[in-house]
Antibody, heavy 120, light 106 residues
Framework: QVTLKESGPGILQPSQTLSLTCTFS??????????VGWIRQPSGKGLEWLAN???????YYNPSLKNRLTISKDTSNNQAFLKITNVDTADTATYYC????????????WGQGVMVTVSS | DIQMTQSPASLSASLEEIVTITCQAS??????LAWYQQKPGKSPQLLIY???SLADGVPSRFSGSRSGTQYSLKISRLQVEDIGIYYC????????FGGGTKLELK
């Protein structure tokens, strides 16, 4: 049974760095073809893909945010991480992590999401 | 970036009605297209991947198709539990999502 759960600071101030953790079970990020992605959704708006990390440590970023994003993983502890530097109010959103597989390249399991508010 | 233009933005339909949502890709993405359903207050759920393949547990009234760079999601007989927002996502390159279609009951 695949599960994912996001955790984060809840609220932070503009210019700070947002650190998010995705803790998952039911699969391994050391298995060929497995990956974890981060997607966010401002309240009442659509989905925006942020970054993917793969079993072989390949990383891909949304070009419009690339300079601010860092994705990483801890395979032994079944966790993936996302850092966003220099946040502002536009980064206020629910952040999801999701499993992605090489076959299909779609997000087949999603976490419940974690709400992050950027406010002074 | 590959742009995904989804239509309509909102849709009102009756129970048992056939519903079709479309996504237009800005360039060729082959069959690298997925559809998601998001119910209020919930995470998105994968419905269809690879343009036509149903995800595990998805009812057979959902189907996907393609004509060139236009992709469609069809619900053959709308049920109450199908109400929500639907998103397409291309997986040919770095992922992008369509803007969403809000499906309501008439």
């Amino acid at each position: 049974q695949v599960t994912l759960k996001e955790s984060g600071p809840g609220i932070l101030q503009p210019s700070q760095t947002l650190s998010l953790t995705c803790t998952f079970s039911g699969f391994s990020l050391s298995t060929y073809g497995m990956g974890v992605g981060w997607i966010r959704q401002p309240s009442g708006k659509g989905l925006e893909w942020l970054a993917n990390i793969w079993w072989d440590d390949d990383k891909y970023y949304n070009p419009s945010l690339k300079n601010r994003l860092t994705i990483s993983k801890d395979t032994s502890n079944n966790q993936a991480f996302l850092k966003i530097t220099n946040v502002d109010t536009a980064d206020t959103a629910t952040y999801y992590c999701a499993r992605i597989r090489l076959t299909g390249s779609s997000f087949d399991y999603w976490g419940q999401g974690v709400m992050v508010t950027v406010s002074s | 970036d590959i742009q995904m233009t989804q239509s309509p933005a909102s849709l009102s339909a009756s129970l048992e009605e056939i519903v079709t949502i479309t996504c237009q890709a800005s360039q060729n993405i082959g069959n690298w297209l997925a559809w998601y359903q998001q119910k209020p207050g919930k995470s998105p759920q994968l419905l269809i991947y690879g343009t036509t393949s149903l995800a595990d547990g998805v009812p057979s009234r959902f189907s996907g198709s393609r004509s060139g760079t236009q992709y469609s999601l069809k619900i053959s007989r709308l049920q109450v539990e199908d109400i929500g927002i639907y998103y397409c996502q291309q997986a040919s390159s770095t992922p992008t999502f369509g803007g969403g279609t809000k499906l309501e009951l008439k």
